[in-house]
């Protein structure tokens, strides 16, 4: 099943082409990514699903159902931000189970490589205008927006560590190298950090997809150092159209502009705006001021025919 998609959620548009790549339909039932349930009965079905094979765990006797994928498992783990990867959606269903209206949740998780949950840091937007799917109601979709080109954490994400939703990321780490280092993805019939009751569901999920953007500007800066020439390159951009860049010292974001949230605080400095050639592709060059070297510089651009903002970057002078 292929879909094309605009998502919207909490208040950040992901705009320009999207496409929906179906990675796991369980029609066949194979289950190439390892997806597991937290219950005792997980099951492959042939017939029943959205339409076809689904993957669903008729036990599950837990405060919360839970849905996992392996760790470095294909094409759900890797660096989200270079994959593109703007958001995932599945189908999720409720054969039995206590009446509820809790949110759906996904999780981010990095697990560092490691088989122990203290050293994980994982990132997770409760979506409480989505409640988990009624018993016998038949199946639901759902999706989450995924702001990989976003440096710092995104409105409505919260961080968390260790392995019972520690808040917060552990010292030194943030979202941006969260979003570059994904391992693991988790879905939660729940806000996991809410009070929960013991008790038994029996859930299943199918149609799991990645979406990925396909024309977002992308935004890369070289000899970034003190007395030197940097230039500044974007690719991705409207062929012969213009781009604007624009950098700040103050530090990271989120700030609203006239062209949308950037990963910059005020003041925010704008560059000579560039011309794409032929092929999407726009350079500036400038001398970078020899007293700025151990300065963090935040930088971002925006294609001025699409309005589409780049990734932004946080770099250090040189």
Partial sequence: MKRLSLLLLAGSLIVGSTSAQNIDDFDTGANPNGWWWNGFVPSMETTGGNPGGWYRDSFIND????????????PWA???RANG???????????????????????????????????????????????MPQAGAGWSHYSFAIPSNDVAMPAGWAAANGDWFTPGFTAGYDWD?????????????????????????????????????????????NGLAGGS??????????PSGNVLMGYSISGVGPTMTPYGLVDMSMPITSLPTMTADAAGVASLSLTV????????????????????LSN?????VL
């Fill in 63 to 74: 405060f919360i159902p839970a849905l996992r994928s392996s760790t470095a498992a294909g």
């Fill in 78 to 80: 890797g660096d989200y």
């Fill in 85 to 131: 990867i703007v958001g995932i959606e599945f189908d999720a269903q409720c054969i039995s189970g206590p009446s509820a209206t809790q949110p759906m949740t996904l999780v981010l998780k990095d697990t560092k490589g490691t088989p122990i949950g203290s050293d994980d840091d994982y990132a997770y937007f409760v979506d409480f205008a989505a409640a």
């Fill in 177 to 221: 190298t969260l979003i570059q280092n994904v391992d693991q993805v988790e879905v939660w019939m729940n806000d996991p950090t809410a009070f929960g009751i013991w008790l038994v569901w029996d859930v299943g999920v199918d149609n799991m997809e990645i979406v990925q953007g396909s024309t977002a500007p992308a935004l890369a800066i």
């Fill in 229 to 238: 020439l940097a230039t500044a390159t974007v690719s991705n951009a409207t």
């Fill in 289 to 308: 001021p020899g007293g700025a070297s151990g300065l963090t510089v935040y930088m971002q651009s925006v294609d001025l025919t699409s309005g589409e």
């Fill in 312 to 316: 932004a970057l946080a770099e250090v």
